[in-house]
């Protein structure tokens, strides 16, 4: 079975710019997240998708990051305008059921500099 | 409210075996999954653990609960972050800091 698709592996950019990610999940899994993952740290949840649908984004700094899961299969992470402090590593994941686990994608390593 | 917590690093010589604690504390009834980082590689899943087959079947409150995933005759291979994860149905998973696993030759 494919994994989960992210895209690019790595950005460089400087603070105040836009950056974008993207991740293609599992065929048929219904749910999303995107976390972010700051160097030492483990993954820290921005924000979860049932099919197109937001069901938890408390932690998602509204004011710089948005993100939108069109037709409940891709979906895209915005970081606008980018902050040093958003350098880490941003995993996207899905899952059938969380009773069975995530499927992670490789990652996007942003650093901003 | 979920929290888990993990140690932060263990040293061991190839063929020792080891013992990675999590403890965590959740309100429901919360499945224990234990993930492996390898170096520039995915998250992968390494074990779970529902309340169905544990020994922790009983309570909907549970505090400071250990659940250890134990590694046996252990090679330089293994070296990684290995993170514990506790969640319940339907809901987010929460992260352990993950314990990082140094095997020398």
């Known amino acids: 079975e494919a994994g989960v698709a992210q895209s690019p592996r790595y950005k460089i950019i400087e603070k105040r710019q836009s950056v974008a990610f993207w991740c293609n999940p599992i065929s048929g899994h219904a749910t999303l997240y995107w976390y972010q993952q700051i160097l030492g740290q483990g993954p820290k949840l921005l924000i979860q998708f049932q099919n197109n649908g937001v069901v938890d984004d408390s932690q998602l700094p509204k004011d710089r990051f948005s993100a939108e899961r069109l037709k409940g299969v891709d979906s895209t992470l915005k970081i606008q305008p980018a902050k040093l402090e958003d350098s880490a590593v941003y995993l996207c994941a899905s899952s059938l059921d969380s009773g069975y686990g995530y499927t992670f994608g490789s990652g996007t390593r942003l650093t901003v500099v | 409210s979920n929290s888990v917590k993990q140690t932060g690093q263990i040293t061991v010589s190839e063929g020792a075996s080891v013992t990675m604690n999590c403890t965590y504390t959740?309100?429901?009834?919360?499945?224990l999954f234990w993930y492996v980082e390898y170096p520039s590689k995915p998250l992968q899943l390494l074990q779970r653990?529902?309340?169905?087959?544990s020994k922790n079947f009983g309570g909907g409150n549970i505090k400071d609960k250990n659940s250890p995933i134990v590694k046996y005759s252990v090679q330089v291979s293994d070296s990684a972050v290995y993170y514990c994860?506790?969640?319940?149905?339907?809901?987010?998973?929460?992260f352990g800091k993950g314990i990082t696993l140094s095997v020398r030759p």
């Open positions: 994860l506790s969640g319940c149905p339907n809901s987010k998973l929460t």
């Open positions: 653990e529902t309340m169905e087959n």
């Open positions: 959740s309100t429901g009834y919360p499945t």
